[in-house]
């Protein structure tokens, strides 16, 4: 089974630096999907970046970049010109490319992203 | 469009009770899941569909029952509710095709059980 692991429980960046989260994954698959989603206190789930396993450029979305190291199942996030209003809690998850189990989202346990004035 | 939308917001249940959590999805997804989130983790998907009258079971699905009449709708039932169940519920949806769909989710239900 594939698991999602991300190791900073809690993260703080002054407003207008740049943050980096991290996720590493374990998979024996080669074909994959990467996400990061952001909850704020409202508690919805809103995709940020995603990343397929077969490119090897990185996404980027905006301020929003991925560092996805495969040989090192490693996919981080990277925040440039952190904003008061990307202050949440941001989740990394794994889907399978293939077969019966590429229906769910594995994720990790979250990572709680405080951005100060 | 709404989009993933959830009804109640929040609810309060005594031990024993039953209740019925309601997701609608406007978008025509063929998928439709349900995960709970515990406080400090991520979310584990309860049940899944595929498309109406198909559903199954994900990694944490005791306790409770979903059902599947059409494409819009995904209610989850939790038959008698224990304080183990507290948490936050999340329904979401995606296009069929690759698995690199996005997933939208709805807003969420907050369930206490007492």
Known sequence: AQTVTQSQPEMSVQEAETVTLSCTYDTSESDYYLFWYKQPPSRQMILVIRQEAYKQQNATENRFSVNFQKAAKSFSLKISDSQLGDAAMYFCAYRSGSGGSNYKLTFGKGTLLTVNP | ?114
């Open chain 2, 1 to 114: 469009n709404a989009g993933v939308t959830q009804t109640p917001k929040f609810r309060i249940l005594k031990i024993g009770q039953s209740m019925t959590l309601q997701c609608t999805q406007d978008m025509n997804h063929n998928y439709m899941y349900w995960y709970r989130q515990d406080p400090g983790m991520g979310l584990k998907l309860i049940y899944y569909s595929v498309g109406a009258g198909i559903t199954d079971k994900g990694e944490v699905p005791n306790g409770y029952n979903v059902s599947r009449s059409t494409t819009e709708d995904f209610p989850l039932r939790l038959e008698l509710a224990a304080p183990s169940q507290t948490s936050v519920y999340f329904c979401a949806s995606r296009e069929a095709g690759g698995p690199g769909e996005t997933q939208y989710f709805g807003p969420g239900t907050r369930l206490l059980v007492l």
